[in-house]
T-cell receptor, first 114, second 113 residues
Framework: NAGVTQTPKFQVLKTGQSMTLQCAQDMNHNSMYWYRQDPGMGLRLIYYSASEGTTDKGEVPNGYNVSRLNKREFSLRLESAAPSQTSVYFC?????????????FGSGTRLTVV | QKEVEQDPGPLSVPEGAIVSLNCTYSNSAFQYFMWYRQYSRKGPELLMYTYSSGNKEDGRFTAQVDKSSKYISLFIRDSQPSDSATYLCAMNAGGTSYGKLTFGQGTILTVHP
């Protein structure tokens, strides 16, 4: 009954380092999303994958890349981390891109870039 | 100007109070409206959802949508300490927006015994 699992839960990076945030869902959902949450800004969409094999940019994609590895897994990569990328990152999934309500979120990855 | 505006609070109320949380929005294409609850250091969880204008009630929670005013509300009756959380409104235009949600900033609510 795991739902959406994100790893790691916490990470500290130095400016310029790279890392990949992992996300996996076990609900057989087709669509997956990456959001970042910053104080006073709410959640903002970084990238999404409507279905396996497709990815598209969201509202704030600069500095990130994504890979939809298979139907279950959707990873987010920071190639050269910057302090502006300090945030809490949430992965979410929904049954399909036409799902207007049925989003399930992971518990987040708290990233600090120093 | 943000597409969705939400008063960040914080809001502190005594147990048993009626709580009113609100969001305004500017995009008239939004048709699907949601409220998420987020406990500290957790991901958001869907609390209520409505389509277009109208009211929806679920236990102590009532969601209202007024599309003519571009205004949505969440009411919590008989508030409990366990309701202490951040409440996020979210909206979706449906159709070709491909399930992309637009969130408000979130309101931090504390219900004290």
């Amino acid at each position: 009954n795991a739902g959406v699992t994100q790893t790691p839960k916490f990470q500290v990076l130095k400016t310029g380092q790279s890392m990949t945030l992992q996300c996996a869902q076990d609900m057989n959902h087709n669509s997956m999303y990456w959001y970042r949450q910053d104080p006073g800004m709410g959640l903002r969409l970084i990238y999404y994958s409507a279905s396996e094999g497709t990815t598209d940019k969201g509202e704030v994609p600069n500095g990130y890349n994504v890979s939809r590895l298979n139907k279950r897994e959707f990873s987010l990569r920071l190639e050269s981390a910057a302090p502006s990328q300090t945030s809490v990152y949430f992965c979410a999934s929904s049954p399909s891109r036409w799902s207007n309500y049925g989003y399930t979120f992971g518990s987040g990855t708290r990233l600090t870039v120093v | 100007q943000k597409e969705v505006e939400q008063d960040p609070g914080p809001l502190s109320v005594p147990e048993g109070a009626i709580v009113s949380l609100n969001c305004t929005y500017s995009n008239s294409a939004f048709q699907y409206f949601m409220w998420y609850r987020q406990y500290s250091r957790k991901g958001p969880e869907l609390l209520m959802y409505t389509y277009s204008s109208g009211n929806k009630e679920d236990g102590r929670f009532t969601a209202q949508v007024d599309k003519s005013s571009k205004y949505i509300s969440l009411f919590i009756r008989d508030s409990q300490p366990s309701d202490s959380a951040t409440y996020l409104c979210a909206m979706n235009a449906g159709g070709t927006s491909y399930g992309k949600l637009t969130f408000g900033q979130g309101t931090i609510l504390t219900v004290h015994p």
